[in-house]
């Protein structure tokens, strides 16, 4: 069973743009609510994380929009840049870092120069 | 700068070797994970541990896949036999449990490919 669902798969942005992946949650016991990038041959790094009692958290470009009654939540990266291209994996867990993730499928983004 | 080290970084070996890979986590974390990363199935868990105990190895075909952690410093995946379904990046993580947001660090893989 897919407890976190993600989309785009793809996405294509110019340079300068706004970037927008969306993810979807099942398991309303999940209450941590990270986002990793991960670049060729490299495992992935946490981005930004987000706890439900929130609606939004921002980190420079990057911002985690939450939305808990849709049991939604999304990032933006404002002002795309090429060195931004990577994959985007949203996830979720019940506790803190100490415990499992449950991963997205990714998202595949490429910021054109 | 802490990091996740994981041995050997690619390794290619013929269907029916056993392979071992390691994971040194980083210095004073509590929780271990081994994760799998295919294009079909994305990124997968298949086992952690907390204080070298194992507390979660549903993800793992039993038959063939085996988690150890020997010490604090070292954790083991093995698979024996090994089949080309195994060929994958198997990605090594580490965390302290608490409550204030420690991300999880993830190694940079190893890239195994089963002939």
């Known amino acids: 069973q897919q407890q976190v669902k993600q989309s785009p798969q793809s996405l294509i942005v110019q340079k300068g743009g706004i970037s927008i992946i969306n993810c979807a949650y099942e398991n309303t016991a999940f209450d941590y609510f990270p986002w990793y990038q991960q670049f060729p041959g490299k495992g992935p790094a946490l981005l930004i994380a987000?706890?439900?009692?929130?609606s939004e958290k921002k980190e420079g470009r990057f911002t985690i929009s939450f939305n808990k009654s849709a049991k939604q939540f999304s990032l933006h990266i404002m002002d795309s840049q090429p060195g931004d291209s990577a994959t985007y994996f949203c996830?979720?867990?019940?506790?803190?870092?100490?415990?499992?993730?449950?991963f997205g499928e990714g998202t595949q983004l490429t910021v054109n120069p | 700068d802490a990091r996740v080290t994981q041995t050997p970084r690619h390794k290619v070996t013929e269907m029916g070797q056993e392979v071992t890979m390691r994971c040194q986590p980083i210095?004073?974390?509590?929780?271990v994970f081994w994760y799998r990363q295919t294009m079909m199935q994305g990124l997968e868990l298949l086992a952690y541990f907390r204080n070298r105990a194992p507390l979660d190895d549903s993800g793992m075909p039993k038959d063939r896949f085996s988690a150890e952690m020997p010490d604090a410093t070292l954790a083991t995946l093995k698979i024996q036999p090994s089949e080309p379904r195994d060929s994958a990046v198997y990605f090594c993580a580490s965390g302290l449990r608490d409550r204030n947001d420690q991300p999880q660090h993830f190694g940079d893989g190893t890239r195994l490919s089963i002939l």
């Open positions: 210095l004073g974390h509590n929780t």
């Open positions: 987000i706890r439900p009692d929130v």
């Open positions: 996830a979720a867990s019940k506790e803190t870092s100490g415990s499992r993730l449950t």
